[in-house]
């Protein structure tokens, strides 16, 4: 199993809402990201987790929240978003550097279309 | 600086022929990979070829080939043989050997024509 599941595919919210994106991989990786996508560009890094333990924070605004509960799952709390963090958010899944050398490429969810009105 | 330079925001291919896209990266870390992935309109990103810096060979993958010159520091993807399903957002990626970040380049969007 190679798959990175997230769910919604799209969510629409509004500014005042509370809402969570999941992530959830089952090939034993232990480093797990999420990236803000806007259209034609790159993925921009928000949040690395390494081993359950938040270890790389791109200086997101706080009206994101991730959190990690197990070694399998990934969400991104929402909160009083803006319009601007409109994007597509992507989960990624790798072997964590700290136990491998060679190929360890990061493997991606679906991701969800987020739209905050 | 930029860890990661794509410097073909858009590019065009006959069918059947094959494309370069260009990458080049900076990095300090004598350990390090190079990645390429490809995201369709869908959004979700593939994973297409890795090159590793101790590598003594040139990755291949199916049509996917990476012309990879260490000394350069360039490590293009060559598409053989373009077909309509190629076309896509094509992203270079690195990570060093010291850490778990991706670095992606700003990326070139490949179109196949019939």
């Known amino acids: 199993d190679t798959e990175v599941t997230q769910t919604p595919k799209h969510l629409v919210m509004g500014m005042t809402n509370k809402k969570s994106l999941k992530c959830e991989q089952h090939m034993g990786h232990r480093a797990m990201y999420w990236y803000k996508q806007k259209a034609k560009k790159p993925p921009e890094l928000m949040f690395v987790?390494?081993?359950?333990?938040?270890?790389i924070n791109e200086s997101v605004p706080s009206r994101f929240s991730p959190e990690c509960p197990n070694s399998s799952l990934l969400n991104l709390h929402l909160h009083a978003l803006q319009p601007e963090d409109s994007a597509l958010y992507l989960c990624?899944?790798?072997?964590?550097?700290?136990?491998?050398?060679?190929?360890?490429?990061?493997?991606f969810g679906q991701g969800t279309r987020l739209t905050v009105v | 600086a930029q860890k990661i330079t794509q410097t073909q925001p858009g590019m065009f291919v006959q069918e059947k022929e094959a494309v370069t896209l260009d990458c080049t990266y900076d990095?300090?870390?004598?350990?390090?990979?190079l990645f390429w992935y490809k995201q369709p309109s869908s959004g979700e990103m593939i994973f297409l070829i890795y090159?590793?810096?101790?590598?003594?060979q040139n990755a291949t993958e199916g049509r996917y080939s990476l012309n990879f010159q260490k000394a350069r520091k360039s490590a293009n993807l060559v598409i053989s043989a373009s077909q309509l399903g190629d076309s896509a957002m094509y992203f270079c990626a690195m990570r060093e050997g010291t850490g778990n970040q991706f670095y992606f380049g700003t990326g070139t969007s490949l179109t196949v024509i019939p």
């Open positions: 090159q590793g810096s101790y590598d003594q």
């Open positions: 990624a899944s790798s072997q964590d550097r700290s136990l491998v050398q060679g190929n360890t490429e990061a493997f």
């Open positions: 990095t300090s870390d004598p350990s390090y990979g």
């Open positions: 987790y390494s081993y359950e333990k938040l270890s």
